[in-house]
């Protein structure tokens, strides 16, 4: 497997990296560069994010999806302000996202603000706007199960959901798990089903007060929207993000979450296991070569430039939002206080020799970061990770594990 992956995955070890090769462009391209791709140059540093701020920004933009979507619902004139539908739930769905990836699970961790009652608060808002797994039962569940020594076994909600529900097994391969998964999300069964269960993991356990108050909240939405004649504005706006999009963008977020360990490894235990476990995933791709002639040179930049706009951006966006391109640094410091400024945090504990832990690992590209899992579960033990093992866990828990 060494051989399959080599190509996509590289210690950070030097100043050798993908995003070296981007140095030369103007400064002003820099910090953007950063965001994107979700690494920085050696020794750079950038503003200081705050929890605040994550929230606010993901706030901000679900209200600008939001208002993009209303003008081109209700505008009149010229079909062009239906356009508008395609920042519009680009920008709700990232606003989801984040809501999701980075505020609900640092409240989880009681590590948002560091003030358990207002995490936990929060958490629920969130867990009742986008209808997850309640709050309090995802908390529980994911420090228990996913952060402590059950971390990609059987147990692990991840692995149970990758088993389970995607249906994929140790020694397919890569081909037929890519199908498995294109066939999953462009099915409208698995989305009924996903969706269904959202709701089923969110009622389960919610408080008596929740279980109150988030139907009205969203039957309050749906009727004001029919009162006003603005119920399409509710369903393309936010009801079609909310659902397919959003279990789309779940789905692939699942898919390169964590590689399987290789079944030769015996001590299941430790920093030098568990690290080996995450790896970081950066969008992008290498800048052009200075040395390359002329003409070639610019049509290297040319599809440098179209790549990096129309497949990685949208990468980033949609799928691998927030801090989720440096998840392997939630998983070394599950507690961090500075989480907040994940991208340049991850950065100044690489360069600062990553405090007994392994060395980082970076796959560059949302596909090569699938296969590289994919790969992996290839690899995997077929008894340990043999999906009849598991067999007992209810449909509703399989969904609720893509929450994780």
Known sequence: MASVLASTTTPEAGQTAVRETMRG??????????YLTGKP?????????????????????LCSGLTMSAIAVTATGSWAWWLLLIPGWASVLHGQRNLRLMIFHQCAHRNMWGKPRWDRVVGRLVAGLLLIQSFERYQAEHVADHHARHHMTVRDPTVQAILLTLELRPGMTRRRMWATVLGKVASPLFHARFFVARLRSYFHSASVLDRILTPAFHIGVIAVGVLTETWLVVVLGWWLPLVLFFQISNTFRLCVKHTFPDPSIVDRKGRAYFGGLTNAIFLGEAAPSADLPVPRRALRWLRWGLRMAFVHFPSRYLVLTGDTVCHDFHHRYPMARNWADYIFARQRDLEAGQHGWPDYVEVWGLKSAIDFVFDSLRAADPVEYDAQRIAQVSQREMFAAFDD
């Open 41 to 61: 140059l050696y020794g750079q540093t950038g503003p200081r994010m705050t929890p605040t701020a994550h929230l606010g920004a993901a706030v901000f933009t």
């Open 25 to 34: 462009l103007p400064r002003y391209v820099q910090l953007p560069l950063t």
